[in-house]
């Protein structure tokens, strides 16, 4: 079992920028993040593999966040540039074994975090 604790949520102005944190109680190959918006399901976002040669990343953040982790801290990072209110939602952290691309499927989740773009 690996246990993800999320930090860095909040509320921004359209345009501004937050980064996220996601601490792992230990090492796991894969690691990401989804979001999920009032009203609508749980959406991929972004992923990386260990090494971090691979990531991929939705079509709607491509450009505007980056995803990055240091092994040595068992953490990934998201950084998110030019938010906007369509990027408002509970942010949640996964972890797994198999890296599919924005196909990815988590074995572990945390708990979420907030992040509102306000207007």
């Known amino acids: 079992q690996v246990q993800l604790v999320e930090s860095g949520g909040g509320s921004v102005q359209a345009g501004g920028s937050l980064r996220l944190s996601c601490a792992a109680s230990s090492s796991t190959y894969v690691m990401g993040w989804f979001r999920q918006a009032p009203g609508r399901e749980r959406e991929f976002v972004a992923t990386i593999n260990w090494s971090s040669s691979s990531t991929a990343y939705a079509d709607s953040v491509k450009g505007r966040f980056t995803i990055s982790r240091d092994n040595d801290k068992n953490t990934v990072y998201l950084q998110m540039n030019s938010l906007n209110p369509e990027d408002t939602a509970i942010y949640y952290c996964?972890?797994?074994?198999?890296?599919?691309?924005?196909?990815?499927?988590?074995?572990?989740w945390g708990q979420g975090t907030q992040v509102t773009g306000s207007s």
């Open positions: 996964a972890a797994g074994s198999h890296y599919r691309g924005r196909y990815y499927s988590p074995d572990y």
